[in-house]
């Protein structure tokens, strides 16, 4: 048994179109366990490290505007890290081809993907490719305490008067 962690992302037409509570659903059926989750806005930076092996297509610059929420008004993203045997192909199997006219008609991006007039694939949500990318991807998103197992190699720093909030 390989146990295997991936990122899943919902999009932000995921989110304008309230599908999370859908995609939740069908992402269920893996029997996953859920060991990292929140909403998060999503820099310029983080979009173009994120996909930066897509940065010499010309659909660049619409898809980073695209998962920072500008083509939505819904400047952030659902980020969640499933974990265990077979994630990402179990994950992947459910969401479907990349492109969502031709993912299978059951798929999550088949089910509520769409191409828009300009050439954008609206595919409501991200998973990653193989165990490279996952690993490249969560170590992106999310810091070590935010997930709840220990999925890489991670070191405690002392950090010295970091300005934090707190609650009033
Ligand atoms: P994936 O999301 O299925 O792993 P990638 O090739 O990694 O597919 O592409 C990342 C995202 O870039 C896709 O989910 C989609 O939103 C967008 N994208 C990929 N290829 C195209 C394209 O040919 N035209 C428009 N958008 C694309
Ligand atoms: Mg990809």
Request: hydrophobic fraction near 35%; include cysteine; charged fraction near 30%.
């Amino acid at each position: 048994m390989t146990n295997q962690a991936t990122l899943i992302l919902i999009k932000p037409d995921g989110l304008k179109k309230s599908l999370t509570g859908n995609i939740l659903t069908r992402l269920s059926e893996t029997k996953l366990e859920i060991v990292a989750a929140k909403i998060t806005r999503v820099s310029q930076g983080l979009a173009e490290e994120h996909y930066q092996h897509l940065k010499d297509k010309p659909f660049f610059e619409d898809l980073i505007k695209y998962i920072r929420g500008e083509l939505h008004n819904r400047r952030k993203v659902m980020a969640l890290v499933y974990w265990g045997e077979d994630a990402i192909t179990k994950c992947r199997q459910l969401v479907g081809s990349t492109n969502p006219e031709e993912a299978e008609a059951t798929s999550i991006r088949g089910s509520y993907g769409r191409i828009t007039t300009s050439g954008v694939y609206e595919n409501v949500i991200h998973v990653s490719s193989d165990e490279k990318e996952a690993q490249r991807e969560i170590r992106l998103w999310f810091q070590p305490d935010e997930i709840i197992v220990n999925l890489y190699p991670s070191k405690e720093v002392l950090e010295k008067e970091k300005k934090r909030k707190t609650w009033a």
